[in-house]
C-alpha cells in the first residue's frame, strides 16, 4: 500500500510541475498575443493591395475584406 502512495505522491508532483512549466510558457505567449493586438497610434494599419500604401482602417475604403487608399484604388483594385 505504501508503494502505490508513493506512486501517486510522484505522478501528482510530476502533474503539478507540468502545470507549472505550461505557466511559465503561456504568459510569454499571451503578451505577444496583446503586443499584437495594441493599436499602433490608434489606428491599424492595413496594406493597400493596389499601390502597397498603407493606411488607418479606420479612414481607408473598405472593398470585401480588402482595404484602399483612395477610390482610384478601390476602382483599380474592382476592374482587375
Ligand atoms: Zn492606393
Do not use: H
Amino acid at each position: 500500500m505504501r508503494l502505490l502512495i508513493r506512486v501517486l505522491l510522484v505522478f501528482f508532483v510530476i502533474s503539478a510541475l507540468l502545470s507549472i512549466v505550461r505557466g511559465l510558457f503561456t504568459p510569454s505567449t499571451a503578451k505577444r498575443r496583446e503586443a499584437r493586438s495594441t493599436p499602433a497610434l490608434g489606428g491599424k494599419l492595413i496594406k493597400d493591395p493596389v499601390c502597397g500604401t498603407y493606411v488607418a482602417e479606420s479612414t481607408a475604403l473598405q472593398s470585401g475584406e480588402n482595404y484602399f487608399c483612395s477610390e482610384d484604388c478601390r476602382q483599380k483594385f474592382i476592374a482587375g
